[in-house]
């Protein structure tokens, strides 16, 4: 897998959060939670010297699970910058956050380009329509 950049790594944080709810988002963000957290702990940020200086935020500083910051792009590039930079001098961590990546993130495709899934855990309990560029009305038959 090519090297995991920061950009792809929001887009694959933005794409579990606005796509993957319940369980699988759940999981999904533990799991960049449980990567973040191991980075954080051998970082040079102090968050008791600097509550703003640890890019996820501990507020609790019990480092338990990092919250990631999906709803504050700031904080949240600064965390996945962190992550990419960490991931490319230690290779058991960039390994871990290729197959997060491998997992919940979505390869870089061309422009405009649409490629349609349902996650091997959705439960589908009605008619699905995946596509793009819908032209006219859509029918299931009659009502």
Do not use: K
Request: proline share 10%.
């Amino acid at each position: 897998m090519d090297p995991v950049t920061a950009g792809a790594l929001i887009a694959a944080v933005n794409a579990v959060v606005s796509g993957a709810g319940g369980e699988a988002g759940r999981r999904a963000l533990e799991g960049l939670g449980a990567l973040s957290r191991r980075v954080l702990r051998r970082s040079p940020y102090d968050p008791a010297a600097d509550p703003g200086a640890d890019p996820a935020g501990d507020p609790a500083g019990d480092g338990g699970p990092v919250a990631i910051p999906y709803d504050d792009p700031e904080r949240l590039r600064r965390l996945a910058e962190l992550l990419v930079q960490q991931a490319r001098q230690d290779p058991e961590l960039g390994r871990d956050l290729a197959a997060w990546m491998s997992r919940y993130g979505t390869p870089a495709q061309e422009a405009g380009a649409v490629h349609n899934s349902i996650a091997s855990d959705a439960r589908i309990t009605g008619p699905v329509i995946q596509g793009r560029d819908f032209h006219g009305p859509i029918s299931f038959g009659p009502q």
